[in-house]
Each structure stands twice: as structure tokens, then as C-alpha cells.
């Protein structure tokens, strides 16, 4: 059960991992898994965000992915204390809506 959860959750990194980042439009397995891997990010993200300023403190983090929350500072690109989406999603190839 715990290696599902931390396989899950270290999925956008093996995405990422990948030098090209499959769009979400693309078709075939890559756009299926792309998408799958956007929506559950999506719904992560909103979910987190308590307060609804489109970007998420550690503590927001924490309540969808302990995983996220330990390893914060890497994910916090800019340094300002928060994730913002493409911060959470470790690349800039998915748009929020
Ligand atoms: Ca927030
Ligand atoms: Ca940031």
C-alpha cells in the first residue's frame, strides 16, 4: 500500500524526468497517461489550495502529498515560500485552467 502511494506520487517526476514532457493533447499512451497524471494534479492542487490564492504554502502540501511537503525547497523554484502550478507539477508544459 505505501509503495502505491509513493509510486503515485512520484509519478509527474518520472514524467518529468523525461526530457519532453508529453502535451496533453498528444495522442496514443503518452497523452493517456499525461492526462491521467494532469487531472489527479489538478485535483491535488485545488484541493490544497485552503485559502484559493492559486498557490500553495507547505502546509497545503502536506495535506495532499507528504512526499511534496518533505522535499518543498526543491519544488520551490522561485524561493518564495509557495508553490505556484508549474511549480507543483515540476515543469511548465501544463497549463492551469
Ligand atoms: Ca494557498
Ligand atoms: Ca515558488
Redesign the pocket.
Known amino acids: 500500500m505505501r509503495t502505491a502511494v509513493i509510486l503515485v506520487a512520484a509519478l509527474p517526476f518520472a514524467v518529468a524526468a523525461q526530457t519532453i514532457v508529453p502535451q496533453l493533447d498528444q495522442s496514443g499512451r503518452p497523452g493517456e497517461i499525461a492526462r491521467l497524471v494532469y487531472e489527479k494534479a489538478l485535483k491535488q492542487f485545488d484541493q490544497a489550495?485552503?485559502?484559493?490564492?492559486?498557490?500553495?504554502?507547505v502546509d497545503?502540501v502536506r495535506t495532499v502529498s507528504p512526499f511534496k511537503a518533505q522535499s518543498f525547497a526543491q519544488f520551490d523554484k522561485d524561493g518564495d515560500g509557495?508553490l505556484d502550478w508549474n511549480e507543483f507539477v515540476g515543469h511548465d508544459r501544463w497549463q492551469h485552467p
Do not use: R, T
Request: glycine share 10%; charged share 35%.
Open positions: 489550495d485552503a485559502d484559493h490564492n492559486g498557490k500553495l504554502s497545503e509557495l
